[in-house]
């Protein structure tokens, strides 16, 4: 019988699921993988630590829309991984950890860097396996990559002790999953696209909200025909920008916490709203006893538990949002039949709240630079078109508030579980897959540093990220609410000192620019995108500008603290 090592099924496996590169780090618990993935033609990347790793595999698969795969070593190599795999899970995303262990016999003897990482790791994952023989692991493997990207995908753990790893056995892998107690519903029920269909052309006020579904169901287009058939506004979560056309007459931008006031208004004031593959997320509804007072909620989404989860909607529609929403276009036709009086008074209405509080910010006469200026040179000079990743802060606001995305898969961010370091491993899990893509990575001068060492991984992949550090020497999103609600009590939000991030950056083998003035960013900007290499952008900004519109927690949407308070129109 022809036999292969575990180690040799393991990457077998990966091949036939089509799996070109793999993040992660070594250790004695996976070195017999190591010792064949390096000849087999599949990629490593070599992150500089196991979180970085996972959050790469993330961003890879957020913008390949193919599953992340990660490999790590036992005990802390294992537990550094938690925090990228609960991010990837609450943001719907398929990455696959596989992780050392040590030997079975060794399981429970508190061995040398041993973890009960299948434990450990079983509340932040969709699903994981400790394979516990080498007959076993193909066909692990096929399911783990099925459950990780099928219905609702999600993050997976796979553990592997190592003397299954060394074990041989006969290399079969299956062609199918077949698992009873998990089957994804995918097909939408007719009697429900009929009501959908028909609740659509009835009503007089309505909106889509569009959540991170949308993409990854690969549902934008058919979005875009049900908003044009119809004249229905369409506003996106964080995690659905680009989903939709950010430059699209039909386009509300952001809603939520940080939402622009046309969008949270408009949820307020409707009367049917559809909500495609969102699942009402907190930052996104307010007060929820106050959300949507007027409307008919319409929840389409793959995940069954999502829905009536936070909200009590009107109409289900359990399905994947791809094919719901072909479903909904079928049973409309190519030319039904509603009041267009009333979504021209309704889009009127949506334009008079826009000219009421407009998303802008002062743009008078100042010494220091606005974050929001920067965000706006980069959407600028790169017409628009860039791959933008975001740390977690005030500047992951201003990055979406301002960069109008006209893409699924342009805007990559950490939305559920909100990563501070997710942006720069994510960024160079983009350039894996697109080397020649213009990706910037926004940051803050807090967050860049989570994950500051993966500067190596990109200079020695050379992977061009650019990226650019809203730095204004404080923990911006935390400083905002201790200046609203906290008495302007600034615990240990005030980075007293900080690197110097130009020479930073070089000594990683990068490049370094830095802005101090207004008239210097568009230089800046420009230089970084013309280097052909990794290049790190050093913003001054001025520390007390705040991300506006504002729902305070425990507010109603409609309650949002603005710049200037325009009254109410109706």
């Known amino acids: 019988m022809n036999t292969l090592s575990g180690a040799e099924i393991l990457i077998e496996c990966w091949k036939k699921e089509g799996v070109r590169v793999v993040f992660g780090y070594p250790g004695a618990a996976t070195i017999d993988i190591h010792h064949h993935l390096e000849v087999s033609g599949l990629r490593f990347v070599l992150c500089r630590h196991e ?29 550094n991984t938690i925090t990228g795999l609960a991010g990837a899970n609450m943001d719907s995303v398929p990455v696959i950890v596989f992780s050392g262990q040590v030997s079975r016999l060794l399981i429970g003897n508190d061995a040398f860097q041993e973890v009960d990482i299948v434990g450990v790791s079983r509340p932040v994952t969709k699903h994981n396996y400790l394979v516990l023989s080498t007959e076993e692991l193909a ?41 009873r107690a998990y089957q994804p519903h995918l097909a939408p029920h007719p009697k429900q696209v009929a009501k959908v269909a028909d609740l659509l052309k009835k009503a007089r006020k309505p909106l889509v909200y569009a959540g991170g579904g949308v993409i990854s169901s690969g549902a934008g287009e058919e979005l875009l025909k049900l908003a044009e058939l119809l004249e229905i506004p369409v506003t996106n979560t964080l995690m659905g920008l680009g989903g939709f056309p950010g430059t699209h007459r039909l386009s509300l931008g952001m809603l939520g916490m940080h939402g622009l006031y046309r969008a949270n208004m408009a949820v307020q004031m409707a009367d049917i709203i559809l909500a495609v593959g969102a699942r009402f997320d907190d930052r996104v509804t307010g007060a929820i006893d106050h959300f949507a007072p007027e409307a008919v909620i319409i929840h389409i989404d793959v995940d069954t538990t999502s829905i009536h989860k936070v909200v009590d909607v009107d109409v289900p529609l359990v399905a994947d949002a791809r094919q719901a929403l072909l479903a909904v ?31 802008d910010y002062d743009r008078g006469q100042t010494a220091g630079i606005k974050p929001q200026m920067v965000i706006e040179s980069l959407y600028r000079l790169t017409k628009g078109k860039a791959v933008v990743v975001t740390e ?49 990575d926004v940051a803050g001068d807090g967050s860049i540093l989570m994950n500051i060492q993966e500067l190596t991984t990109a200079v020695q992949d050379n992977l061009p990220v650019k990226v650019a550090i809203l730095n204004n020497g404080c923990l911006g999103m935390v400083r905002q609410w201790q200046q609203l609600f906290y008495d302007a009590r600034y615990a240990a939000t005030v980075l007293q000192t900080g690197p110097d991030f130009v020479k930073l950056a070089e000594a990683f083998g990068a490049k370094g620019f830095r802005a101090t003035r207004p008239d210097e960013v568009d230089k800046v900007v420009e230089r970084a995108l013309a280097e052909p290499g990794p290049v790190l952008m050093d913003f001054h900004v001025l520390p007390h500008e705040l991300v506006y519109p504002m729902v305070p927690g425990g507010k109603a949407l409609d309650e949002m603290i603005l710049e200037k308070m325009p009254e109410p129109s109706s």
């Open 51 to 79: 979180q970085a790793a996972v959050h790469a595999a993330d961003g890879y698969a957020r913008f390949t829309g193919r599953p992340g795969v990660v490999l790590v070593t036992s005990g802390p190599g294992a537990t």
């Open 139 to 179: 066909p692990t493997v096929k399911e783990a990559f099925y459950v990780a990207a099928s219905g609702r995908p999600g993050a997976v753990l796979v553990d592997l002790p190592k003397d299954v790893i060394n074990g041989r056995a006969e290399f079969r892998y299956p062609r199918k999953v077949d698992l």
């Open 329 to 359: 276009l079928e049973s409309l036709g190519p030319a039904p039949e509603f009041e267009r009086g009333s979504r021209a008074e309704w889009l009127g209405q949506i334009d008079a709240w826009n000219k009421e509080a407009p998303l």
């Open 392 to 440: 977690v802060g005030q500047h992951q606001m201003w990055a979406a508030q301002y960069y109008l995305f006209d893409s699924p898969r342009q805007f990559i961010t950490s939305g559920g579980l909100g990563v501070m370091g997710f942006g720069l491993p994510a960024a160079l899990g983009v350039l894996v897959d697109n080397p020649d893509a213009t990706v910037i």
